[in-house]
Every structure is written in structure tokens, then in C-alpha cells.
């Protein structure tokens, strides 16, 4: 079975609202400021986007804010064709490990962070859903160390049951991922070493000092 294009099925979308002369809603659940400069650059283009910044996942409060900080930043200071807004999700850390419970021993990138994404995808969904957006969808696809397969089956699903379209993506695609870093440096963006997570962070930090 071959493996679904998301970016090529991205780009389709777009030529098909560039032909009707239509400039669709989207909701953009972003992570953090670095992986949504490229997005932002490259949506803005094509969507009229509000950026919901919704990460339960950061279980540090102080790394929460200075996240949605430098994210609102370079929202103010990167230029878009189409305005951005921002959208400002509930930080709720006690939901995510709720939902990881039981999964806090898995490897980075296995079935803890599946739950991560569906948790950060269903209330984006719900938002949309809520605000009367065309398309919602993530930024977390530009990361290489993103499995963007699982979110955009997530995505769908998540979007079918609520009723809202599923934007698919796989942001790293096409130099994404080397332009979010050419990006960061020039707004001199903080980067973070970990996705957010205290399991993520305790991984990040045994990964430098050599433990296995």
C-alpha cells in the first residue's frame, strides 16, 4: 500500500480554493514559536489563520508561558499576507497526565505521544467547531521527529466525528523543516530541546548525558 502524500494532498486543497477564489478559516493548533514560523510564513498565503496555542503536554508552567510568548512575538513581527490572530487554549496539565496514565514508561514517539496528539487535536477540532472555521489542523508535522502519518490519521478521524475538515500536512516536506530554522534564527526564536513534556525532557536530559 503506498504511503499518503499529506503535503501533495495540502497543495491540492489549496489550488482548488485558489481556482474558486476562496480564501478559507483555518485554526492552526500551534506547539511552539519555531515550528510555527515556517507554517505561519507558508498558510498565511493561502488561509485566513487564528492560532490556537493549546499544550496541556507542558508540564512546566513557566516553559507554558514563555512558549505562548515568543510564539505571540513573532506572530506581532512576522509579516503575512492574510492577518493572523491568536487564540489563547486553557493550560490544563492535569488532562494530559490523566491521559498518559498507565504510558508514562514509553519511548518518545510510541503511544504516549499518539495520546498527546489526539488530545491536542480533539480540542483543536472542538474549537474550530465551535468558531465556525473551514479546515483546523497542526504544526507539529514539521518536526523529523514527528510521526506525521499518525497525526493526519488522528486529524481525520478526530474531524469526521466533530464535523470539521482536517487540514492534512506534513510541514517538513518541501525544506519546511530547514526554513522553520532559518526562521528562528533570524527572530531569534527560543528553541526548546524536548517536545514539552516532563517524560519527553527526562529523555532529552539522559540523552545528553549519556545514559540509555
Keep these: 500500500m503506498n504511503k499518503v502524500n499529506y503535503q501533495r494532498e495540502l497543495e491540492k486543497i489549496i489550488l482548488k480554493n485558489e481556482k474558486n477564489g476562496v480564501v478559507p478559516s483555518l485554526l492552526l493548533h500551534s506547539c511552539c514559536a519555531p515550528c510555527s514560523s515556517w507554517c505561519l510564513e507558508y498558510l498565511t498565503?493561502?488561509?485566513?489563520?487564528?492560532?490556537?496555542y493549546y499544550n496541556p503536554n507542558i508540564t512546566d508552567a513557566e516553559e507554558y508561558e514563555r512558549r505562548e510568548r515568543e510564539l505571540m512575538r513573532l506572530i506581532a513581527q512576522q509579516p503575512h499576507k492574510y492577518p493572523v490572530t491568536f487564540l489563547h487554549g486553557d493550560y490544563e496539565p492535569k488532562k494530559f497526565y490523566e491521559a498518559v496514565k498507565g504510558f508514562e514508561n514509553c519511548r518518545e514517539g510510541g503511544e504516549r505521544c499518539f495520546i498527546c496528539y489526539e488530545l491536542r487535536l480533539r480540542e483543536t477540532a472542538l474549537q474550530?467547531?465551535?468558531?465556525g472555521y473551514d479546515y483546523f489542523t497542526t504544526t507539529l508535522t514539521i518536526s523529523p521527529l514527528k510521526n506525521a502519518e499518525k497525526l493526519n490519521e488522528i486529524g481525520e478521524k478526530i474531524g469526521e466525528e466533530i464535523?470539521?475538515?482536517?487540514?492534512?500536512?506534513?510541514?517538513?516536506k518541501r525544506g519546511g523543516y530547514l526554513r522553520s530554522t532559518q526562521l528562528s534564527k533570524e527572530y531569534g526564536l527560543y528553541r526548546q530541546n524536548y517536545c514539552g513534556c516532563v517524560f519527553s525532557k527526562r529523555?532529552?536530559?539522559?540523552s545528553m548525558s549519556g545514559k540509555v
Design 45 to 52: 498565503d493561502y488561509f485566513q489563520v487564528t492560532d490556537f
Design 128 to 131: 474550530a467547531k465551535k468558531g
Design 163 to 172: 464535523g470539521v475538515s482536517f487540514l492534512p500536512s506534513d510541514f517538513k
Design 203 to 206: 529523555e532529552s536530559c539522559d
